[in-house]
T-cell receptor, first 114, second 113 residues
Framework: AQSVTQLGSHVSVSEGALVLLRCNYS??????LFWYVQYPNQGLQLLLK??????LVKGINGFEAEFKKSETSFHLTKPSAHMSDAAEYFC????????????FGKGTKLSVKP | NAGVTQTPKFQVLKTGQSMTLQCAQD?????MSWYRQDPGMGLRLIHY???????DQGEVPNGYNVSRSTTEDFPLRLLSAAPSQTSVYFC????????????FGEGSRLTVL
């Protein structure tokens, strides 16, 4: 069965510092991988997705993620944090096939200190 | 452009009451699903549908019913609400044959007393 592990339920960085949110997955088949962001009292918004086209994926708001098959990882990074990046971030993996049954990690809440 | 619309946004129920959370999408997506979000648990799949007349169970289906009579609508029914069903519920949809990128509604916050 596929699963997603997000290391760190809460990450705190200073404004301008590097953001690194970790995600590891388990999958028996090449996966589709996603990062979603959730701002307070809102739904989830897609940040970026990996669909096997390129291992380094660029998303919205300056975020990017690198797919590393050997490490089964899909970590999310941003070179310089902004106060507006404070939110909860979810990594997700597609179970395979064309269905949208995503398996989500438990989420990482990002705080940005001024 | 409405996307995925959920109603109501907030609801308070007493134990044993029933209610329906509504979900509608205007993107002609074949696939629709319901997730619940609980603190520290991420999102867990309740039920999903790959088209009108077809539904299936997800990870946590107990206590919930769904039906899919049209492509646009996918209501979630709680027949006898329990405090354990206090949660935020999200409806999502996607196009079959896509990578599975889900489009989410804004959520429905349910409290069962």
């Amino acid at each position: 069965a596929q699963s997603v592990t997000q290391l760190g339920s809460h990450v705190s960085v200073s404004e301008g510092a590097l953001v690194l949110l970790r995600c590891n997955y388990s999958s028996s088949v090449p996966p589709y991988l996603f990062w979603y962001v959730q701002y307070p009292n809102q739904g989830l918004q897609l940040l970026l997705k990996y669909t096997s086209a390129a291992t380094l994926v660029k998303g919205i708001n300056g975020f990017e993620a690198e797919f590393k098959k050997s490490e089964t990882s899909f970590h999310l990074t941003k070179p310089s944090a902004h106060m507006s990046d404070a939110a909860e971030y979810f990594c997700a993996v597609n179970q395979g096939g064309s269905q949208g049954n995503l398996i989500f990690g438990k989420g990482t809440k990002l705080s940005v200190k001024p | 452009n409405a996307g995925v619309t959920q109603t109501p946004k907030f609801q308070v129920l007493k134990t044993g009451q029933s209610m329906t959370l509504q979900c509608a999408q205007d993107m002609n997506h074949e696939y629709m699903s319901w997730y619940r979000q609980d603190p520290g648990m991420g999102l867990r799949l309740i039920h999903y549908s790959v088209g009108a007349g077809i539904t299936d169970q997800g990870e946590v289906p107990n206590g919930y019913n769904v039906s899919r009579s049209t492509t646009e609508d996918f209501p979630l029914r709680l027949l006898s609400a329990a405090p354990s069903q206090t949660s935020v519920y999200f409806c999502a949809s996607t196009r079959q044959g896509s990578s599975g990128e889900l489009f989410f509604g804004e959520g429905s916050r349910l409290t069962v007393l």
